[in-house]
């Protein structure tokens, strides 16, 4: 444990410290003008002082952020519009629900293109085609139609979400169901088989890890999904709100502390999968 | 003579492949009788694993006829006529070894706690009582082989179709799983047809042994070989023995099976 902690360590000091340079660095210009037209001449140490503390900077310190990941999640009730459990909350739900959609939709449509020879021509392309389509440009149209339809709120999100997230699950799944070879196949024949059988018990537990290695890139794009889908429509709430109203006034620590939570949201989601992996691969009897 | 197990006719079988037509059976014409056992030997690419395919309809005829028990190969599929043991154990990797063992009688919807019984008499059978809960690859290779077989011989069909079922293993283990399947038969009176390229282990399991050769694929001889029931090791070194051996061994040099 410890001969894996210390590099690891490592690495993350070195990165924190090369954040800090750069801040500096960058910041520098922006507190020296400021400086200059106060007519102050700060020395070397206040200088950086200065650099690090900066109210609206252009890369803020990242002491900064977690100053107001601290004071937006803990210090403030959960229901606050400030707080950043709140928004958190707002984007996991859209992208959960998006998620369980697209996990739905991506593995039926595997199903159905492994066992219909035809739709593998005809809907494999389509399949394909769609995620050619950038989100960023899709996601406007479908808010703004389905809001003119009445939907609001969670469920466009969610759809936005589920668009993202069912081809990795898609694409995974056709090649974990086909991964069974012609000896294993063969086998279920000599036995006579049902079709639903053959599927049960053969296709299904050979595509689960397959399925889990989609679900986890699901995932992480069912959190960028519903961001991206709260950029267009002047959302009121999210992750993807907070960046959007951060940007309009320059906060670039909220926009950073919004960005970190974001990191944190599907990292843990992401991970969460990673043990459920792992407890099922257990199960299966599958090699440490 | 009983109604034979496996009835063939002028068997053919041609494959149509990219390059053109390959002929892998021609003109077979064998019949098998309830009880025997018999040993397909031949060199590589003779049609052997193809007519134990046809046998369990898992390839079709192209000419000719085969019945086995007097029926279509479909309707002796699907009347769960055989076990089949193909020349790799293809155990499935997220089944426990009693879980695979057991899969074909879950497949026809025994009830749980038979399934159990019948899957875990079966492993004594093949000496792997003590390993239901592993997984195949936490056991060797005669093991898996071992358990492959207790799980064609699992709902205890009266057909057993096996191809190379000892190929990969080492001479030891082929012995001492040759002893074993010889045991079982001699109990059981099962029929088996055996696919081989040994002659020493065709000829110290079989009542008969189908020698055939290439291009196209078809029976050059059929030797009788009834050593009785019980063969101990130590009867490859009588003179018998090895009559029938080179007798086999000429019938193969004669189907040009050796180019050399
Ligand atoms: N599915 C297939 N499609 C086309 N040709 C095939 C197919 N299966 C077998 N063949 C051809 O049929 C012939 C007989 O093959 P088969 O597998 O029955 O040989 P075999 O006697 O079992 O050989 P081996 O001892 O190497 O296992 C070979 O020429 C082979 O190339
Ligand atoms: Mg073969």
Redesign the pocket.
Known sequence: MSRNLLPVLTICAGLILLWYGGAIWMNWQVVADTQARAGATPGLMDMVRLTLNHARPLLPAPHQILDELWRSTATLPVTSRRSLVHHAWVTLSAALVGFGMGTAVGVLLAVAVVHIRALERSLMPWIVASQAVPVLALAPIVIVALGAMGLEGLLPKAIIAAYLCFFPIAIGMVKGLRAPDAMARDLMRTWSATPAQMFWKLRLPASLPFLFAGLKVAMAAAVVGAIVAELPAGAQAGLGARLLAGSYFGQTIQIWAALVAAAILSATLVGALGAAERAVARRMGMRA | MAEPVIAARDLSLV?T?RDGP?Q?LSNVNLDIAPGEFISLI??????????LRVIADLEHATGGSIAVNGRTPEQARLARDYGYVF?APALYPWRTVLGNVMLPLEIMGIPRAERAARAKAQLALVNLSGFERKFPWQLSGGMQQRASIARALAFEPRLLLM??PFGALDEIVRDHLNEQLLKLWAATRKTVVF?T?SIPEAVFLSTRIVV?S?RP?RITDIIDCDLGLDRPLEIRETPEFLRIAQRVREGLRAGHSYDV
């Open positions: 494959f492949t390959v892998a031949g060199p590589s690419g003779c049609g052997k694993t193809t007519l020349q191809d190379e696919v390229h055939m290439p694929g």
